[in-house]
Structure formats: C-alpha cells, structure tokens
C-alpha cells in the first residue's frame, strides 16, 4: 500500500539552529514528490517537487532532497517567520492521487 | 484577488442539514479536487474532477455529493450533515498529472 510518513510531528528549533525533517514513502512507482508549507487557517502552499532519486531544490533558507525511499526538507538558519506546519505528499505513477504525509509543526523561536 | 476561491470561510451547522461548499479558480486548470483535513489524518481526497464531465470519486467520498458546474466551479454538497464531517475542506486545482497542487484558502465546517 502506498504510504507517506513524516517526522518528527513537532520540532522546536531556537532561531538559527539549523535542522531536517523527514518525509519517508512506500509507493510503487514515483511520478513526484512534493513539499507544502501550510500556516494556520491557510490552505498547503507549494514549495518544492521533486522527481527522482539524487535530485535536490532550493529556495531561501529550504533545500529540499530525495533519495529511493525518503525526502528531508533542511532549514538553514531558520527565522520565527519559518513556523508552520510542512507537509509532504507523493504521486503514484500511473495514478491520479496524491497521498499526504501528516506534517511536521515547526515553531521556531526568537 | 485569490487563485482558488472558497466560500464560505466558515459554516456552523445542525446535524442533518444541507450544505454546500463551492470553489472557483482563475487558473485555468481542468483538474480540480476537494480534501478534508482532521488532525492527525492528514489531507484525504473526497472527490475530484479531470474535466466538466469528468468526475470521480476519492477514498472518502460516502456521505458527500460533488457538481462541475463549469470549468473554473466545483462545488461540495453534504445531502445531510453529521458531527464527524466536522473538518477543514480544500479545494484544489492541478495543470496536470505529477504537477503541484494550488489549494485555496479552506472551509472550517463544524456540524453539531
């Protein structure tokens, strides 16, 4: 069965205290793989997709890479502003569905 | 102005009640797709629609009803509401397969 597994579900980080989340998945078959950042009462906003095994994207303070099995999203010196919860999904090849992991929340304090 | 558009933001209502939630994008997308999130559960696909006449159901669709009513509107009905479809719902839009899903903004919907 097809699964996407995050962790840890809550980090707390001082600002500037650099770390990774992970985003671990079973599917047969990879179409792509997608990072979210969702902020509270807001709808999942697109970071990264990623395609296969090796690749790595960056934007700002995240870098995103994947391997045959997991992706880590790393935070380089992160800012208050970097709180949310992010969330991770993957796409079958061959199907329609995207499957969500259940998020990581990261606080970050000043 | 919003790519995705819910309406509304929020909705309290009584169990057996009617209700329905629309979406209207500005994408131009043909795909689009309605999830709900609870806690813990991630984000599950109710329904989702490749094109006008297009439409199929997702892993939890029991309970819920959906109209294409043009390219850009996708509505969610619930025919009679109960307690456990207390949830978020989003509505998505996607330019095709293996491309990113745009969501909108939600609809906290709680159902007493």
């Known amino acids: 069965e097809d699964q996407v597994t995050q962790s840890p579900e809550a980090l707390r980080l001082q600002e500037g205290e650099s770390s990774s989340l992970n985003c671990s998945y079973t599917v047969s078959g990879l179409r792509g793989l997608f990072w979210y950042r969702q902020d509270p009462g807001k709808g999942p906003e697109f970071l990264f997709t990623l395609y296969s095994a090796g690749e790595e994207k960056e934007k700002e303070r995240l870098k995103a890479t994947l391997t045959k099995k997991e992706s880590f999203l790393h935070i380089t010196a992160p800012k208050p502003e970097d709180s949310a919860t992010y969330l991770c999904a993957v796409q079958a090849s061959g199907t329609y569905k995207y499957i969500f992991g259940t998020g990581t929340r990261l606080k970050v304090l000043a | 102005d919003a790519d995705v558009t819910q309406t509304p933001r929020n909705r309290i209502t009584k169990t057996g009640k009617r209700i329905m939630l629309e979406c209207s994008q500005t994408?131009?997308?043909?795909?689009m797709y309605w999830y709900r999130q609870d806690p813990g559960l991630g984000l599950r696909l109710i329904y989702y629609?490749?094109?006008?006449?297009?439409?199929n159901k997702g892993e939890i669709s029991d309970g819920y009803s959906v109209s294409r009513q043009a390219q850009a509107k996708f509505s969610l009905s619930l025919e009679s509401a109960i307690p456990n479809q207390t949830a978020l719902y989003f509505c998505?839009?996607?330019?095709?397969?293996?491309?990113?899903?745009?969501f909108g903004s939600g609809t906290q919907l709680s159902v007493l």
């Open positions: 994408k131009g997308h043909d795909r």
């Open positions: 998505a839009t996607s330019e095709g397969q293996g491309e990113k899903l745009f």
């Open positions: 629609s490749f094109d006008v006449k297009d439409i």
